[in-house]
């Protein structure tokens, strides 16, 4: 019996330790369940590279990294899966589209100073982009709110677009817009000379409030020693004048600033420089967000985007914890009533079990999703069949006469065959699934896996500790408390 | 203890050998039928594959509504909203290709609470485009209640490529495992078994393809996946006890010795589905959404794989008896 007692107070520890990490360590939920956007991305083969390998998508994994460290989103996730996919999660984010730009752009990052006598029209061109941003952000609001957009005054746009040689006849009010946006584009990068510096030089990027007003906003930036020198004679060609230095993503103007008449003599030398003007918090994080990112060396395609609620994350949440804890409720009441003594001690062994499986979950880390949530409920199934096997045992053996104590052995041991083929043969599938299923399957299998090694010792080993340890009192060793009365041959007392 | 209880037991028999013939009829008609379901499907030529395929394996984008409702939800009708979605125009972005809406799809969910809509692969502004056309007859919508998806084609037949391969890598694992604790007998009746139930409960999800334009999803596969391996480890516990009365029940005939086991057995299965189903049909019925058609699925292949272990397994093992005996 001492043997016994020991084992109950090796599980009595296990549990408060399991319970005390659990309480500690939160559990990690997916996205389905707490809301947030999950994006796929697939690397696609490009000049040279004609197959995707390894090395490739190390490389963008490690650019991607840096440009999603960058999008500041607390717990996101960048994980490689199969050869040539990226998946990001990006928990509580409702707005996936940030995350595509700054995950699809294949960006080719470069400085360059703006041609001489091009000041006037550089700086009409940008103001007539500032205005036509600005309308076509309003027309968007307005259509938010269910509001007909204005008329544009088509007359003062006709000028403008003859200027630029546009025409788009038929076209709605917005595509003119657009179309006037990304002809500016065009022209602005008319008035800049080629680049002589590009991210390749760029070591890092950072943004800091303004010490004189935090709610404006400078990003820094520093080069390697190539860049530094390249950047000092950049700057020094533009310094003071009202030339600016423009920063190109992908041929588009990201970012122009103008260089003070004190770096005439040797231009921003040392490799470290400010970009400041304008800036709030977020558009600071977006401009350092698009340096850091540097070039791809491949490019991405954004194939799968899944977007989830946070509301509809903690109703499912909700209602899938009812429904789980209502079944498993209902299954305690079928075991007391079916196993009596034995059945009650089942279900504490399960409410082990149950504990035990969650404190693995925080430790591994498992993310808990819907299928593994439905897959840890079906591991509970797998539980509970484990012990209506031994039960059942012990049932035979009384039946045949035996007596109490040698029943419970003779049941425990009897139904050691058929648990272990039972469990190992799920164990084998989960196996596979795990190693070569993706996603949803993966994380089914994941929970399922860890349930079944669970459940193989909560049913050897705790089940059979408690039972014995009750037996210890005289009380409670009567066969009435495992089986009906009328059951029993009744010769045995 | 009373001395007059009689010596009765109320343990289950099932004198299964003597009806196999109609065990066999029961499960040869229920796949046949389900069969029918994969091949009608197939033929169709609106879905030309064996199961409806969703969202998951299709590509394409789901949206999701949460309706919020107050005390009583508006009443709704799905037609409403997909000639409002279906007459929609998108706005265009860059030289994309305008999706073609004739084919989207609306399903009203929980009662009308919440709204699925299932439409060629859209970007975020035409996404949003599209719920601000249907807000006026749906909404209002409950702020955060909804999910966009869009899965690009190529996902889906890559999640059942790699799927497949590891069902057959799964399979083969146990199948291994059997016939080295057991025999290839037994391996093989584990698998025909294995393969009656994940049929019949495809051929039940064909005909609801069929019937009430049900799509199977990733989470079909799984629970797929899960019947799979709840029908091996009910059969196993079968076989193993037919195997402990081959080795001690001395002179009976298989027959005799596949009644006994499955006799003695039979109260562990129906419990053991019992407690399974409990949890299931708590899912079913309070579970949401979400989860729906998934525990409906599983509860499905739960009654199917106690079938197969109970009556069709242990039948089948009586075909290697030898014909003197019969």
């Known amino acids: 019996m001492a043997r016994y007692q020991g084992w109950f107070a090796f599980v009595l520890a296990l549990a408060i330790a399991a319970g005390m990490f659990l309480i500690r360590t939160p559990l990690q939920l997916g996205l389905d369940l707490r809301g947030g956007s999950q994006l796929t991305v697939q690397v696609q083969p490009a000049g040279d590279v004609k197959v995707v390998g390894d090395r490739e998508m190390e490389a963008v994994k490690a650019v991607l990294d840096r440009r999603v460290n960058g999008l500041g989103v607390a717990e996101s996730t960048l994980q490689t899966v199969g050869t040539d996919q990226l998946v990001l999660q990006l928990p509580g984010e409702q707005d996936p589209t940030a995350a595509?730009?700054?995950?699809?752009?294949?960006?080719?990052?470069?400085?360059r100073a703006q041609r001489e006598g091009t000041e006037a029209e550089f700086r009409s061109l940008r103001q007539l982009q500032s205005q036509a941003r600005a309308i076509l952000q309003l027309r968007k609001d307005q259509r938010r709110r269910g509001e007909t957009p204005d008329e544009l005054n088509l007359e003062d746009l006709k000028d403008v677009q003859e200027s630029l040689g546009l025409n788009a006849d038929g076209a709605s009010d917005d595509e003119l817009l657009?179309?006037?946006?990304?002809?500016?584009?065009?022209?602005?990068?008319?008035?800049?000379?080629?680049?002589?510096?590009?991210?390749k030089q760029l070591v890092t990027a950072g943004r800091q409030p303004l010490q004189n007003n935090p709610n404006s906003w400078e990003v820094t930036l520093n080069f390697d020693a190539e860049g530094a020198e390249a950047f000092a004679d950049l700057t020094q060609s533009i310094a003071g004048s009202d030339r600016l230095l423009a920063i190109t993503l992908d041929n588009k103007l990201i970012s122009a600033a103008s260089v003070g008449p004190q770096f005439k003599s040797a231009g921003i030398s040392g490799g470290a420089a400010t970009i400041s003007g304008n800036f709030d918090a977020e558009t600071a994080r977006e401009l350092e967000v698009k340096l850091r990112g540097g070039s791809l060396p491949l490019p991405v395609e954004?194939?799968?985007?899944?977007?989830?609620?946070?509301?509809?994350?903690?109703?499912n949440i909700r209602r899938s914890l009812m429904a789980a804890l209502s079944g498993l409720a209902l299954v305690a009441v079928f075991m007391v009533v079916a196993?009596?003594?034995?059945?009650?001690?089942?279900?504490?062994?399960?409410?082990?079990?149950?504990?035990?499986?969650?404190?693995?979950?925080?430790l591994i880390p498992v993310t808990l999703t819907l299928p593994g949530i439905a897959g840890f409920i079906l591991s509970i199934g797998m539980a509970v069949d484990a012990n209506v096997l031994i039960f059942e045992r012990i049932k035979d053996e009384l039946r045949r006469g035996n007596t109490l104590i040698r029943s419970i052995d003779t049941g425990f041991s009897e139904a050691f065959s058929s648990i272990l083929d039972g469990h190992l043969t799920t164990l084998i599938s989960c196996a596979a699934l795990f190693f070569l299923g993706t996603g949803l399957v993966k994380g089914f299998a994941a929970t399922l896996g860890i349930g079944v090694l669970l459940s193989l010792f909560t049913a050897l080993t705790c089940t059979r500790t408690l039972l014995r340890f009750l037996m210890g009192y005289a009380g409670l060793r009567r066969p009435t408390y495992f089986i009906a009365q009328g059951q029993r041959p009744s010769t045995i007392p | 203890m009373a001395m007059s209880t009689p010596n009765t037991t109320v343990v289950l028999r099932l004198p299964l050998s003597a009806?196999?013939?109609?065990?066999?009829l029961v499960s040869g008609l229920t796949m046949l039928v389900a069969l029918g379901g994969l091949i009608s499907c197939w033929l169709n030529p609106d879905i030309a594959a064996p199961l409806r395929p969703g969202l998951d394996f299709t590509g394409g984008t789901q949206i999701q509504l949460e309706r919020d409702c107050g005390e009583s939800c508006r009443d709704l009708k799905s037609i409403a909203v997909s000639s409002i979605v279906q007459s929609l125009s998108l706005p265009v972005e860059e030289d994309d290709p305008v999706p073609n809406l004739r084919s989207a799809r609306v399903q009203l969910l929980d009662g009308g609470q919440s709204l699925v809509q299932r439409v060629p692969t859209l970007t975020a502004a035409q996404g949003q485009a599209l719920i601000a056309a249907v807000e006026p007859i749906a909404g209002p919508f409950v702020a955060g209640g909804q999910s966009v998806d869009t899965i690009g084609p190529s996902l889906g037949r890559q999640l059942l490529r790699s799927t497949l391969i590891s069902l057959v890598v799964a399979f083969s694992g146990i199948a291994l495992y059997i016939s080295f604790r057991y025999d290839g007998r037994y391996a093989f009746l584990a698998l025909v078994a294995l393969a009656h139930d994940v049929l019949i409960v495809s051929g039940v999800f064909a005909w609801l393809g069929l019937l009430m334009q049900l799509e199977v999803d990733s989470l079909?596969?799984?629970a797929l996946l899960t019947i799979a391996g709840y029908s091996v480890n009910d059969t196993v516990v079968v076989f193993d006890r037919i195997r402990e009365r081959a080795r001690d029940g001395a002179g009976l005939g298989l027959s005799e010795?596949?009644?006994?086991?499955?006799?003695a057995t039979l109260t562990r299965t129906l419990y053991t589905s019992g407690t399974t189903l409990l949890p299931l049909l708590a899912l079913i019925f309070f579970g949401g959404a979400t989860l729906y058609w998934f525990a409906i699925a599983?509860?499905?292949?739960?009654?199917?794989?106690?079938?197969?272990?109970?009556?069709?397994?242990?039948?089948?093992?009586?075909?290697?008896?030898?014909?003197?005996?019969?």
């Open chain 1, 339 to 362: 196993y009596r003594l034995p059945g009650a001690v089942a279900v504490a062994a399960l409410s082990l079990y149950a504990l035990f499986n969650l404190s693995v979950y925080a």
């Open chain 2, 257 to 263: 010795q596949v009644d006994q086991a499955v006799s």
């Open chain 1, 100 to 111: 595509a730009r700054v995950l699809g752009d294949t960006a080719l990052l470069e400085f």
């Open chain 1, 178 to 199: 657009q179309a006037l946006l990304d002809q500016a584009d065009d022209e602005l990068l008319t008035l800049l000379n080629p680049a002589q510096l590009t991210g």
């Open chain 2, 19 to 24: 009806s196999r013939g109609r065990v066999w």
């Open chain 2, 220 to 222: 079909f596969a799984v």
């Open chain 1, 302 to 315: 954004v194939v799968e985007v899944r977007t989830i609620g946070p509301t509809l994350g903690a109703e």
């Open chain 2, 298 to 326: 599983l509860a499905l292949g739960v009654v199917v794989g106690s079938w197969s272990s109970i009556a069709l397994a242990p039948s089948l093992l009586t075909l290697w008896e030898p014909r003197a005996e019969v």
